[in-house]
């Protein structure tokens, strides 16, 4: 009897943690036995990940890339970069990693909120389509 309860207690377990990454507030909760680990675990992985593609950090790898036109990425951050050219083309380029500059333009990455005019929209659009990945984005392996 004291078996059943205990495991009806660990399976019960919950935790649960606020987290701010990647500009966006989640929440992450586990339940049952190991719920604190896993929420920690989880939020360390989102703050690594959020190290390495963040767009404002100057020390991660994707402002690197951005800053520098170029460079050499962790396994990581090419498998998503990889993963990111596969979504742009099986979504027609509904998702496209390389909105970057039409998002600042609009202010969303400083917090300077504004409309562009729609010449330097219709300029920006030109630059960004990651469907030229031979021309934009390329990932080699090595």
Known sequence: MAD???QQEN?????SRDIFAMDTYMNVTAYGVGA?????????EI????????TGDQNSEIYQINQNGGGILSEDTAYLVE???????STNGAF??????????WGFTDDNFRVPEEE???????LFKAKGAGKN???KKM
């Open 120 to 126: 330097e929209l219709q300029e920006l659009l030109t």
């Open 36 to 44: 604190n680990e896993a929420v920690r675990r989880a939020e360390e």
């Open 4 to 6: 059943a309860q205990s």
């Open 96 to 105: 496209d990693i390389a909105i970057y500059p039409v998002m600042k333009a």
């Open 47 to 54: 703050e690594r990940l959020d190290s390495l593609l963040s």
């Open 137 to 139: 984005i390329k990932v």
């Open 11 to 15: 399976e019960s377990t919950q935790a």
């Open 83 to 89: 993963r990111s050219l596969d979504l742009y083309q």
